[in-house]
């Protein structure tokens, strides 16, 4: 990860091939709050769908932390529902 999510659930990540990818989402509230416990230099295997219609942007479709990255789990975290048919961005 090589910019931290902000408040809108975008953020920079960039692979192993050294290329660089403009998340503009996620495709499930539980993706966005496993992303926003991470913080930037984060390794993170993610599964990317396009954002049509939002330039180069992507949107994360799958996240696998390894437990060395993974930071403690949080009880009494509760996820956030979204009204249906959003994606992630706002």
């Not at 984060?42 to 219609?53: F, K, N, P």
Request: negative net charge.
């Amino acid at each position: 990860m090589t910019v931290e999510q902000n408040r809108y659930g975008a953020m920079t990540l960039r692979s192993t091939a050294d290329r660089t990818y403009q998340v503009v989402g996620s495709e499930e509230p539980a993706i966005e709050e496993t992303l926003a416990r991470l913080s930037a230099g984060s390794e993170v295997t993610v599964t990317l769908t396009r954002a049509h219609g939002r330039g180069d942007g992507w949107y994360v479709a799958a996240v696998d932390v390894p437990e060395s990255t993974s930071p403690p789990a949080d009880p009494g975290a509760t996820a956030h529902s979204r009204p249906p048919g959003r994606r992630g961005s706002r």
